[in-house]
């Protein structure tokens, strides 16, 4: 029987392999008759899981030696939080992009702890497009620059990388990590919630270069404070231990895809493929514009939105689950990351034509 195709938005599909494995060690772990998840955080078993797993994101990321990898907990919705709390007090201010829901969720936290400057935003086009960047009203005394690379309630990606010089770039890639190669040089720091294209939710990895960890001040909870996460290898207090293990899984199984960059080719031609059916009909339409379009979300709405419950009810009859749009949208959003096997796409595709002839 085939796996149900999720299209949930997060947390999401997983690769079978992945699964698969899990699923052989979850009772007895390389002969140890425990779980992994039964083990010391401490313990040289559950350490060598932690090391392969960095060891293996900081291959498929080719992350420079001078970046730090932590494995926190908290979700993306802490480092909006984290952030602030260890990097503004520098100037006591910060520029941020407004592109969607979560740029915006980021900057409203940001608030708490100074000043913020909206270089540019979307809200005026509804969220469908990127502001250009000559556009962009960037200050000379911002401690940091951040932004949304994939918006992914919009359903709008940057296909390229601001150029911020001496400021630091901060990016939200929850929705778009390890979905292609990137330049992590071109970044003070990265972020992303596990539960979109890494592992299961519980998990929040950050990739932090070394001069932006050691700012915080004293009055920052050591839980919130890069440095302490830094200092203690992600191990000052109970890690999320089977979302390290399961994301290292993850991260082994990109490398056996053939890395990033094999996972860039697979990722481009699933969206093509649907944003095709989707272009090429009169009955779906997606809004943005076309070169911001995201290769990780795509929503789209029908024609006439009365038919939005059939076309779920049926689309569920074909294993295809989770189509449903976010409120703020409406219509439908297919989240494609990594493990939505390409055949996924495909079977939404044909979905789509079939409920287009006979309904449409
Ligand atoms: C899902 C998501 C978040 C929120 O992540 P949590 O881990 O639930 O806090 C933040 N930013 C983006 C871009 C997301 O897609």
Same mark, same amino acid.
């Given at each position: 029987?085939?796996?149900t195709y999720?299209f949930?938005?997060?947390? =999401?599909m997983?690769?079978?392999?992945v &699964?698969k494995q899990a699923?052989e060690e979850?009772?007895?772990?390389h002969?140890?008759?425990? %779980?992994i998840?039964?083990?010391?955080?401490?313990?040289k078993?559950?350490?060598?899981?932690?090391e =392969?797993a960095?060891?293996?994101?900081?291959?498929?990321?080719a992350?420079?030696d001078?970046y730090?990898?932590?494995f926190?907990?908290? *979700?993306?919705?802490?480092?909006?939080?984290?952030?602030? &709390?260890? @990097?503004?007090a520098?100037?006591g201010?910060a520029?941020? @992009?407004n592109?969607?829901?979560? %740029?915006?969720? =980021?900057?409203?936290?940001?608030k708490?702890?100074g000043?913020?400057?909206i270089?540019a935003?979307s809200e005026t086009?509804k969220?469908?497009?990127?502001p250009?960047?000559?556009?962009w009203?960037?200050?000379?005394d911002?401690a940091?620059?951040h #932004?949304?690379?994939?918006?992914?309630i919009? +359903?709008?990606?940057?296909?390229?990388?601001?150029e911020t010089?001496d400021?630091p770039l901060i990016?939200?890639?929850?929705?778009?990590i390890?979905s292609?190669?990137i330049?992590?040089?071109k #970044?003070?720091?990265? #972020?992303?919630?596990?539960?979109?294209?890494?592992?299961p939710? *519980?998990l929040?990895?950050a990739?932090?270069?070394?001069d932006?960890?050691?700012?915080a001040? %004293?009055?920052?909870?050591?839980m919130m404070?890069?440095?302490?996460?830094?200092?203690n290898e992600?191990?000052?207090?109970t890690?999320?231990? !089977? +979302?390290?293990?399961?994301?290292?899984?993850?991260?082994?199984?990109?490398k056996?895809q053939?890395? &990033?960059?094999?996972? *860039?080719e697979?990722?481009?031609r699933?969206?093509?493929? &649907? !944003?095709?059916a989707i272009?090429? %009909?009169d009955? #779906?339409?997606?809004?943005v514009?076309?070169q911001s379009?995201?290769?990780?979300?795509?929503?789209f709405t029908?024609?006439?939105?009365?038919?939005?419950?059939d076309?779920l009810?049926?689309?569920k009859?074909?294993?295809l689950?989770?189509?449903?749009?976010h409120?703020?949208?409406?219509?439908?959003r =297919?989240?494609?990351?990594?493990?939505m096997?390409?055949?996924?796409? /495909?079977a939404?595709?044909s979905?789509?034509? /079939?409920?287009?002839?006979t309904? +449409?």
């Open positions: 029987m085939s796996r999720n949930s938005a997060g947390p =999401a997983l690769p079978e392999a &699964l699923q979850m009772i007895n772990w002969g140890s008759n425990m %779980s998840m039964e083990m010391s955080h401490r313990g078993e559950f350490v060598s899981v932690a =392969a960095e060891a293996d994101l900081r291959s498929v990321m992350i420079p001078n730090k990898v932590l926190l907990q908290g *979700g993306a919705s802490s480092q909006f939080a984290m952030i602030p &709390l260890n @990097l503004m520098k100037t201010k520029d941020y @992009l592109t969607g829901m979560w %740029s915006k969720k =980021a900057i409203a936290e940001a708490r702890y000043d913020v400057n270089v935003t086009d969220f469908t497009t990127i250009a960047f000559d556009s009203n960037l200050s000379d911002a940091y620059v #932004y949304t690379p994939n918006e992914t919009g +359903g709008v990606e940057f296909h390229w990388t601001p010089g400021v990016a939200d890639m929850s929705s778009t390890l292609r190669p330049d992590v040089s #970044y003070g720091m990265i #972020y992303a919630g596990a539960q979109k294209n890494i592992g939710a *519980g929040t990895v990739i932090i270069r070394d932006l960890i050691g700012q001040g %004293s009055s920052v909870p050591a404070n890069f440095e302490t996460h830094a200092k992600s191990m000052y207090n890690p999320p231990t !089977y +979302g390290w293990y399961l994301a290292g899984l993850v991260f082994a199984w990109i056996e053939g890395g &990033l960059a094999a996972m *860039g697979i990722n481009k699933k969206a093509d493929k &649907l !944003y095709a272009d090429g %009909s009955f #779906y339409a997606n809004p514009e076309k379009r995201s290769w990780m979300n795509v929503p029908l024609a006439n939105s009365d038919l939005d419950g076309f009810a049926g689309a009859d074909v294993n689950v989770t189509l449903k749009g409120r703020s949208v409406g219509g439908m =297919a989240s494609i990351y990594n493990a096997p390409e055949a996924g796409v /495909e939404l595709v979905y789509m034509a /079939e409920f287009e002839r309904k +449409g």
